[in-house]
């Protein structure tokens, strides 16, 4: 069974699943590798609060919801 992965844009918050040691915490998307193929891009990643860079494949990506007003209960 193939499972299509979406494109990231530049910009995007993601968070990286079954993360590694300093892998946790939100992540922004910065631009992907070229040569890395279609299947399963590589992306370059900057650690949104310490600005760490980190190159991941999609598949250990998961994309964060984004809400532009804060939740209700």
């Known amino acids: 069974m193939r499972v299509r992965l979406r494109v ?3 910009g995007t918050r ?3 699943r079954r993360p590694g040691p300093g892998e946790r915490g939100l992540w922004v998307v910065g631009d992907r590798l ?15 609060r310490s600005g760490r860079a980190r190159i991941l494949r999609r598949s250990r990506l998961r994309l964060t919801r984004t809400t532009t007003s804060p939740r209700r209960r």
């Open 34 to 48: 070229v040569g890395s193929g279609l299947e399963d891009p590589a992306y370059e990643l900057r650690q949104e």
């Open 8 to 10: 990231l844009v530049p």
């Open 14 to 16: 993601v968070r990286v």
